[in-house]
């Protein structure tokens, strides 16, 4: 009995392990399924991705070989076309071929260069001339105009001179295109030239020559040397064409600053009027209260017995009389300057702005004189004026344009003309203002005050760092 039950122990326990092991099995089953379920899967999606991959191809290929053959097509037509043009003119040249060799009188080709030389005359000054000519302003002045005229002649020569250089049709051709550019771009710079831009147009154009030269050093090698020496001429040409063309817009300024100087003197003549008139009535109401004290002495006097008061109303009627008169003459002064040319000229200077090499000449009517020179000094520049010749004269803006005209060269703006500084020692200008007048008292020390004392003590400020 204990035998059998041993050994359905056994057997149950070995039922145990087949059934674990069963389960194992079964596992192990399942999770090579998945796998290989795994593996089809990305089997397929892989199939899939290059299908698609391919039909895109496909579809490409397609698309190109439809464009292919749409382009082949017309090709096939602009062959046919050509084909055609060419059989045509193949057969046109071997008629007239033949026609010149049957018949050589038959073509004029006396006519033929009689045709080309009115065809190059009707373009102008030769083919090598732009065909379009923009209006430049050197045009409306015959000085200018002749100035240009004789500059342009240079350039023709130029051109005349180095074309014979030029063996080869292609070279020549190359420089013909090449020398048509050339002005054209010219014709350009001095279009776009203003007053203000005289700088950028010169570097235009002598970017122009650069750009050229930098073309011909990358083209025919063998031309480059002439090229290279015919470019390095005909730029100062170009400089000069365009220092012509702004002598015109350097005339215009100086026109308008003409104008503004003409007006600025009206208004400064204005002012100093202004000025005058308001002396004039000063001078009036101080002569109405002198007036007003004679009458009143002299009716003292008239009403007055004892003889010393009498003398001493006599003595101050007398004094009176004269300051009415000094009155009378300074209203007679102011007049004339109202009315007249008389005034002040003066030469200063202002060492602590400008130095010891520039002057200002210039001319007022005031009374006081002082009173211009302290206006000049005001808030524009950091120290006063020094006055080296202040010239009273009937005609001061005579006296004022002799000195001006005798500086000319040494004018320090010579398009502004209202900025009256001029380059000058004081030597030389004593000697010219006193040339003009003997009699002018003409200071030479550049005293300068106020500069010198400011010098001084930065210098001390410096010395006690």
């Known amino acids: 009995m204990f ?6 122990f056994h057997l149950e326990r070995s039922l145990e392990e087949k059934k674990r092991l069963l389960i194992e099995l079964e596992q192990t089953l399942n999770q090579k399924e998945q796998l290989v379920e795994s593996i089809k899967l990305e089997a397929k999606a892989s199939i899939q991705s290059e299908l698609d991959l391919l039909v895109q191809q496909r579809v490409a290929a397609d698309s190109k070989l439809s464009e292919t053959m749409d382009n082949l097509s017309s090709v096939e037509k602009k062959v046919t076309k050509l084909t055609n043009a060419a059989k045509k003119f193949k057969a046109d040249s071997v008629g007239i071929k033949t026609l010149i060799d049957k018949f050589p009188n038959a073509v004029n080709y006396d006519l033929i260069a009689e045709e080309l030389s009115i065809l190059e005359s009707a373009l102008g000054e ?10 430049l302003h050197h045009q409306d002045s015959k000085l200018l105009k002749k100035e240009m005229t ?11 001179a180095y ?9 020549k051709t190359i420089y013909h295109l090449m020398v048509i550019g050339l002005k054209a771009e010219l014709q350009n710079i001095l279009h776009k030239l203003k007053y203000t831009n005289l700088t950028q147009m010169e570097s235009e154009a002598k970017a122009l020559i650069d750009k050229y030269l930098t073309i011909c050093g990358e083209g025919n090698a063998s031309i480059l040397p002439t090229i290279t020496k015919f470019l390095t001429e005909l730029e100062p040409l170009f400089y000069n064409a365009i220092q012509i063309e702004y002598k015109y817009y ?32 000063k001078l009036e109401k101080e002569a109405e209260k002198y007036q007003q004290e004679l009458a009143k002495n002299r009716e003292l006097l008239e009403k007055e017995a004892d003889p010393e008061k009498r003398m001493a109303l006599a003595e101050r009627l007398e004094e009176l009389t004269q300051q009415v008169n000094q009155l009378e003459e300074q209203k007679e002064e102011i007049v004339k300057r109202a009315n007249g040319r008389a005034g002040y000229v003066y030469v200063i200077s202002n ?32 120290f006063r004026f020094d006055i080296h010749a202040m010239v009273f004269s009937d005609n001061a803006v005579g006296l004022e344009q002799a000195i001006h005209e005798r500086l000319a060269e040494k004018r320090v703006n010579k398009i502004n003309l209202r900025k009256e500084f001029f ?43």
């Open 3 to 8: 035998k059998k039950i041993k050994e359905w």
């Open 126 to 135: 030769g083919v090598l001339e732009t065909l379009v000519q923009l209006n």
């Open 150 to 160: 004789a500059n342009n002649r240079e350039i023709t020569k130029l051109l005349k």
């Open 163 to 171: 074309e014979g250089r030029y063996n080869t049709k292609a070279n």
């Open 250 to 281: 350097v005339q215009k300024e100086k026109e308008k600053e003409e104008q503004r100087l003409i007006r600025e003197q009206m208004k400064l003549e204005a002012e100093e009027r202004r000025i005058l008139e308001e002396e004039k009535k």
């Open 351 to 382: 060492l602590g702005s400008f130095g010891n090499q520039m002057f200002k000449v210039g001319m007022t009517r005031r009374l006081n004189p002082q009173d211009r020179i302290d206006e000049l000094g005001n808030a524009s520049v950091p």
């Open 423 to 465: 380059y000058a020692d004081v030597a030389s200008l004593q000697e010219l203002v006193q040339d003009i007048d003997p009699t002018v008292e003409f200071t030479t020390t550049l005293l300068a005050e106020e500069y010198r004392q400011s010098q001084s003590i930065q210098e001390e400020a410096l010395h006690v760092v």
